[in-house]
């Protein structure tokens, strides 16, 4: 797999945090075959609010975004060993960092859900409608605790 994180921002808060081997951890759980790719981007809450007004319509800054890749190799007719461009998930630490004291949670936490969150997005989950939702926070919780208990 071919993982490209960006520290645009705030690289001394997040390169120490296991990114890179949790986008594995939750790809090989999705399936994805070994030749995908994706980046993961962090910037800061003015990028992140203009990218949510061009591309959602919505103002104002959001936690995290993702950007699913148009022709994917794993379209019927592709060749052996064509690269799956899954996409791009785009977070804002401020934002995930804001969060963390509405929902309890730690950095590491909340960037891992965002992250998470934003992957499965590029796998075809959603959340637009309640009963699609409570699929995806299942999943999420799900690849969170395996991923968590791998670790103890």
């Not at 939750?26 to 003015?46: H, K, N, W, Y």
Request: proline share 4%; charged share 30%; aromatic share 8%.
């Amino acid at each position: 797999m071919d993982i490209l994180i960006s520290y645009r921002y705030r690289e001394a808060d997040l390169a120490p945090l296991p990114l890179e081997e949790l986008t594995r951890f939750v790809l090989a759980s999705e399936g994805r075959p070994d030749a995908t790719e994706v980046s993961i981007s962090f910037v800061d809450d003015e990028v992140i609010a203009e990218l949510n007004e061009k591309y959602r319509g919505k103002s104002g800054p959001t936690d995290v975004l993702s950007f699913e890749c148009d022709g994917c190799g794993d379209e019927p007719g592709a060749a052996a060993g064509d690269v799956f461009e899954l996409g791009d998930v785009i977070i804002a630490p401020d934002v995930a960092e804001r969060q963390t004291a509405e929902f309890a949670t730690t950095f590491e936490e909340e960037v891992s859900l965002l992250l998470v969150h934003g992957l499965l997005h590029l796998c075809g989950y959603d959340h637009v409608v309640d009963e699609e939702a409570e699929v995806m926070e299942a999943r999420e919780a799900e690849l969170l605790r395996a991923w968590a208990e791998r670790g103890a």
